[in-house]
């Protein structure tokens, strides 16, 4: 019940905010900010209404709404970089693909994006690359030849896991991709149905990944795979977007695990006035015990954090959030 309160505070303070508007302060002295996660039912959502409470309570003249987040991430740079919001989570991969126009962002728009307007705001937690396959599948090289689910077609999962595995010899020539979205996917595990899964997670995912365990026994039928050293050392030497994680699976007993991580950040959107973007960074720090009462999982290692917020460099940070990090002391820790 307090999560779908916490969740639902932002609507309600837009529309209390709102009333107080139309009941004599001026529509001019109020700023609508908008911040894009990924669907209702995940953190990434629950994550980006928690800041919007928490700037909107706390910050003179802003009212801030988490939104839905259709195609986190790729959907949540080209929404902010073409203005239709002003804030979203992202990978930092698909930021680097959109300012070189590879990927999803190789084909020319009907309206021209430029995608530098997207500029980091901070960086978030890591997200985590895992690989869950039947028992006798002991590295990644050993999906050769198997049947793995790597997300369906457009959804950017497929894009990663083709980027990952091939430093390990698993391409769609030598193994039996399937493109299927991350719920079927898991389900077809389950179920039996495929050899193993390769998605991106949050850490602890209880709630993609149990359904998984309790289908079938975690150690005995199926498990995590660990990425062989080789393969990892070439992946980390040519793909800058790659961080080697090593603290694990604690939830699903498996805290040795080593595997692959990749960086999340909030985007802001390049044309918000440099004070406002600094106002907005600093209510948000100020006021980090609140945030984090909300969102324990941030309390965790790896997550959110001032002294990691800049440590997306160098990617363009907004001007006003560059300001702020300096003014802390993190910025050149970077």
Known sequence: MRRLVDVCTPFCLLFAALLEVGCGVAAKDVRLITLAGAGPQGRYFTEVSILSKVLTQKMPGVIANGVIGKGMSVGNVKRVAAGRIDGGRCFRFDLENAYRREAHFAKDELIPID???AQVWMKLGTHLFRVVAVSDIKSYSDLIGRSVVIGGRGTGEEVIAERILK?????????????IERTDGQEALANRQVDAIAFGYSRSNRGHLSPIFAAREIGTEIDFVEPEQEGLQKLLAAESSFVLDELGEPVFDRPKLRGIGFHQCLLVRGDLPEDLVYGMTKTLFDNWDEVEASLPWWKEEGEADLASAAQMKPLPYHPGAERYYREQGVWDSW
């Open 115 to 117: 995608y530098r307007n």
């Open 167 to 179: 430093y390990f010899g698993v391409t769609r020539e030598n193994t039996e991709f399937l493109y």
